[in-house]
């Protein structure tokens, strides 16, 4: 037992180190957020409510793929219950205040108040739920952020091919008209689509999200092309229609991974101007840029592949003249999504990458790693490199024009319980990165935390967190009870500033609710969780010299 015991305390003592030299590599000094800077937290309806068939709900691509196809989800788990936000939104709402933010961004629904996706069926009760949730927020001065689209397409409209159906322009502009008629007086931060490159990509592309086609290369850009033109349809009638007398802002929400070049070579820059210009410039490029349309980049090397590859024309549809003036502009805010950072480099002319011929990767030509010494995180794809964030934000600065900026989900996962000193630590870290980039002159306005609670994590299932307070989903009630994380969060939404000394330990409550989880760490884990509540290098350099001295004294 003795040499495995040394192993693994070796490897604490290794990461203990790195996670010290990581936080103090940054300014720690007082820094302050603009004295109107927006703070929020988020979450989405799958991932919460619940509910799936209560009252006259309709079914989702997500419903339709979790109950026919459970093996497509790590834990064969779905969100018919999840948080049971459908019935605990009151708590939400507490939680909300008690985080001390202004603004909370959640999802509507779309087959909640629309069954099938069509005007013919209206739901009587998905009105009014959203509604009392609106009003509830505004009664304690919570601005509600909504998004119309996130990934809950009817069923019924993918059985006509979803977003690869040019007849979901209208469809989607008639269930936007709903939303604005019923809750535009009160709602005045609005998002159209949330993460395009994930509605099309990894759901048409491949078999990842729901509708999980797996057809790479043909249905992704349909998808994205039909996508643009619902999303500035949307935003042209709120502007003729609604915004004079609603007074709202209305914008969309993308989705990106910085791109950090592999090495300072020239041919890795290019790479990851290539990968920005792909991944964020397919939907950011045609809204936000000068000319509009589609990225220079992807329509000549598309259209290089495709007769390459025998196509009688390019796979990525071409807009109009008329078409590219109705898109550009039609965002009052840019919303950015982030996680995290990869490495690129190019793929080589013989695809030793590998990647289906024709795919988006494959017309991309980028090729993805991330450094080994980025700390890990719940969630395979998710390392930790907080500058990214700062060199994200000041690219959308450069090659947009400096757009008005939210940040509408940033956090991290781990695989559960309350003392979640790591996640404190990211969100330490990005947002002074944020401030980084505010210093620096990128026009950022807001950030919200992702998310709000622990909750269905799509394809992941309940087996990775993200939530700033943690659910019991073995209580019928769905109990919440804050982490670490949520108090340091309404420390910084309250005061306007990181405090990277305030790290609190767990609460008589949140004790008790420790009793409740299952074991997830051993005694040496725990050991560990008490380094990580440390508040300074000399506390990190103290708790390394007791390792060592405990370790002498055992051998």
């Known amino acids: 037992m003795k040499p495995n015991f040394k192993i693994i305390l070796l490897i604490h003592i290794i990461g203990v180190f790195n996670s010290c030299n990581a936080i103090t590599s940054f300014d720690q000094s007082p ?41 497509k989800i790590y834990d064969k788990s779905n969100g018919d219950i999840s948080c049971d936000s459908y019935h605990q939104w009151r708590r939400d709402v507490q939680m909300v205040r008690e985080l001390n933010v202004k603004t909370y961004r959640f999802s509507i629904s779309w087959v909640r108040i629309m069954p099938e996706g069509h005007m013919n069926k209206v739901s009587t009760a998905g009105i009014k739920y959203y509604s009392a949730l609106i009003d509830e927020l505004l009664h304690y001065n919570i601005t509600p952020m909504v998004t119309m689209y996130h990934w809950e397409l009817p069923q019924r409209l ?12 209208p ?28 509605v099309c990509e990894h759901s048409y592309g491949v078999d990842y999200l729901a509708p999980a086609y797996n057809y790479p290369g043909i249905p992704s850009y349909l998808c994205g ?65 000068s000319h509009g349309n589609y990225p220079a980049i992807m329509i000549d090397r598309i259209r290089s592949l495709s007769r390459e590859q025998g196509f009688t024309r390019s796979r990525l549809p071409e807009f109009t003249k ?75 600065k450069k090659e947009y024009n400096n757009p008005p900026m939210i940040i509408t989900e940033n956090g991290v996962s781990d695989r559960g319980g309350l003392e979640d000193y790591a996640r404190v630590d990211y969100y330490n870290m990005y947002l002074s990165s944020v401030l980084d980039a505010l210093e620096d002159g990128a026009n950022v306005e807001g950030y919200v935390a992702w998310s709000l609670m622990d909750s269905y994590e799509w394809k992941a299932g309940f087996s990775e967190k993200f939530g700033l307070y943690h ?33 609190p330990t767990l609460n008589d409550d949140q004790i008790t609710a420790m009793s409740r989880l299952p074991e997830l760490t051993s005694a040496s884990s725990r050991l560990r969780s008490s380094i990580e509540s440390s508040s300074s290098y000399l506390m990190c350099s103290l708790s390394l010299f007791l390792f060592v001295i405990f370790a002498k004294y055992l051998y």
């Not at 820094?31 to 799936?52: A, C, M, N, T």
């Not at 005061?495 to 000394?501: A, E, F």
Request: charged share 25%; net charge neutral.
């Open 31 to 71: 820094r302050h957020f603009p004295k109107d800077f927006l703070w929020g937290v988020g979450s989405s309806s799958y991932q919460i409510e619940g509910g799936w068939n209560a009252d006259d709900k309709g079914e989702s691509i997500w419903d339709f793929m979790t109950h026919n196809y459970p093996e």
């Open 158 to 169: 993918q059985e006509l091919g979803g977003w690869t159906n040019p007849e979901i322009i």
């Open 171 to 198: 469809l989607f502009k008639d269930y936007a008209r709903l939303l604005l008629e019923m809750y535009g007086d009160r709602v005045k931060l609005w998002t159209t689509i949330n993460e395009p490159y994930h």
């Open 225 to 289: 092309h039909n996508l643009l033109k619902a999303h500035a349809e949307v935003v042209h009638m709120y502007r003729n229609e609604y915004k004079k007398r609603q007074g709202g802002r209305m914008g969309i929400t993308l989705d990106v991974s910085w791109q950090e070049p592999k090495t300072d070579s020239p041919k890795d820059h290019e790479a990851s101007q290539r990968g920005m210009e792909f991944y964020l410039g397919w939907f950011a490029h045609p809204i936000f840029s």
């Open 322 to 396: 008329e078409e590219i003036q109705r898109i550009r502009g039609t965002s009052d805010f840019f919303g950015i999504n982030t996680y995290t950072s990869m490495l690129v480099t190019s793929n080589d002319h013989n695809n030793s990458a590998k990647f289906p011929i024709p795919s988006f990767n494959h017309d991309m030509g980028v090729v993805e790693t991330q450094d080994p010494s980025w700390k890990g995180s719940g969630s395979v794809w998710l390392k930790v490199f907080p500058k990214g964030m700062y060199n994200m934000l000041m690219w959308i």
């Open 471 to 503: 659910v019991d989903f073995n209580d019928a009630q769905r109990k919440r009870t804050p982490k670490i994380s949520a108090r340091v969060y309404s420390r910084i939404c309250k005061t306007n500033r990181i405090d990277w000394s305030y790290r």
